[in-house]
């Protein structure tokens, strides 16, 4: 069946010249920074700037189909504390909370306050505090995600972030609510502030402030190149934002010691998100890529019909398999290509050496009990995460995207005394008076 009707596409690592790998790696990119795009999103982001509300009401009955006036847009306390689920849901969330607090307390342990002493009389150190605000976005365009809710409302609430404003598109059925598991969530979090709007002007809103949203310093949250391109386009308004959040994306390095149908039920699981979305296997096992093509091709007959599209776009045309000589080499293309979710589906003697060589990911995931599903869902590690390569420089949203650390210094005069030949030094080096005399006055 793979061979006469393969699911994804079948690349070589050896035979790709450079422009083809550079290509493969550049995924989404290009969509993010369109220029056509970048000047739409402009022109909604002045519109915002301009007239506030209106313009959000505006975006959303344009690009969302529905009509609001500017005094809905925001959550009431009554939808906050009225919103149900049904009892399996509302437990999942008390379960991913849960472990994402565990995650994002011990972490917010581990970088606390420090100093010590570097030269007698001399202490240097930092002290960690909360941002003053922030604003997460929650994506709502081609389904709900409660699971983005927690994912990023669990870290902000640990930080105790001051001011923290949600905003969630409305629904896409044209009704104009939000997704009551996002405001369960939300209640059980503490988070008042609630806002339905459309994503890009959502994003500026967040950063001019409107009538209804307050201004914030910083946004996190995944997104559509749309939402990617306003948060990178807002940062050039002081708005601090997290490169890049979304289309989705994953890796799957696997030998032959893997279950195919579960490295096939593991690619489509981030290759459902959409068209946009990008799914690799990498593998130096032919054997094992066409077991699991064949796999692919029987779970996808029983996929709706938008999901599977979305999953033949994720590994047929934007991702598909690229086989390698070895593991090594299976390392080397995970770390150039630097996905947001990575499993390792390899032989037990052959993980360490495997996850030794990983540096660049979002999140490694080990062994195939260890389901991205999971991740996403309930495991307590970060699940919004780089993409599109920045996995290279930059991580997922934990309890220290809310956080900054000021760094603190005392001198005793012993440690001033000896210090003043270098100030003085370098002072006449970058012709700097000031800074000499004010270390000479105090002899």
């Not at 409302?153 to 640990?158: F, W």
């Not at 010691?257 to 998100?273: I, M, T």
């Not at 540096?359 to 869902?377: K, R, Y």
Request: charged residues 20%; hydrophobic residues 45%; glycine residues 8%.
């Amino acid at each position: 069946m793979a061979a006469d009707d393969p699911q994804m596409r079948r690349l070589t690592w050896a035979t790709m010249d450079e422009s083809a790998r550079t290509a493969l790696c550049r995924r989404g990119l290009d969509a993010i920074f369109d220029p056509a795009l970048r000047r739409s999103i402009g022109e909604l982001i002045d519109d915002v700037r301009e007239h506030g509300d209106e313009a959000l009401c505006r975006a959303l009955a344009r690009f969302d189909g529905v009509t609001l006036t500017p005094d809905q847009l925001a959550a009431t306390a009554d939808e906050l504390a009225s919103a149900r689920v049904d009892d399996d849901v509302d437990a999942a969330i008390d379960d991913a909370i849960a472990h994402l607090r565990a995650f994002n307390e011990r972490l917010h342990q581990r970088i606390g306050d420090w100093s010590f002493e570097s030269e007698p009389g001399l202490t240097v150190g930092e002290r960690v505090t909360p941002i003053s605000s922030a604003g997460l976005f929650v994506p709502s365009g081609k389904a709900s995600y409660p699971s983005v809710a927690y994912q990023l409302g669990v870290p902000a609430v640990v930080a105790e972030v001051p001011l923290l404003v949600m905003v969630v598109p409305p629904l896409p059925d044209g009704s104009g609510r939000i997704d009551p598991a996002v405001l369960v969530v939300c209640r059980k979090l503490g988070i008042e502030r609630v806002v339905r709007a459309n994503g890009p002007a959502g994003i500026a809103a967040l950063g001019f402030g409107t009538e209804t949203i307050p201004a914030v310093r910083k946004v996190v949250g995944p997104g559509s190149p749309p939402v990617a391109c306003a948060q990178v386009e807002m940062q050039r308004h002081g708005l601090a934002t997290m490169m890049i959040l979304g289309p989705t994306e994953s890796l799957v390095i696997a030998d032959d010691s893997a279950d195919p149908e579960l490295v096939a039920a593991d690619l489509l699981n981030e290759a459902e998100h959409g068209t946009d979305s990008v799914t690799l296997l990498v593998t130096p096992s032919t054997t094992l890529a066409d077991a699991v093509d064949a796999a692919l091709a029987q779970q996808l007959a029983s996929f709706p019909r938008r999901w599977a599209d979305n999953a033949r776009a994720a590994l047929g045309v934007n991702g598909g398999c690229v086989l390698v000589d070895d593991l090594e080499a299976a390392a080397d293309v995970a770390n150039r290509w630097a996905p947001e979710h990575l499993q390792v589906a390899v032989a037990a003697d052959a993980e360490t050496a495997l996850l030794d060589r990983l540096v660049n990911a979002g999140e490694i995931l080990v062994g195939q009990d260890t389901l991205f599903s999971a991740g996403n869902f309930v495991i307590g590690c970060p699940a919004s995460l780089p993409t599109g390569g920045y996995a290279h420089v930059s991580s997922g949203i934990t309890v220290e995207a809310f956080l900054k650390r000021t760094a603190v210094a005392r001198a005793t005069a012993v440690a001033r005394a000896r210090m003043t030949p270098t100030i003085l030094a370098m002072s006449r080096h970058e012709g700097f008076h000031a800074h000499g005399a004010a270390a000479t006055i105090r002899r």
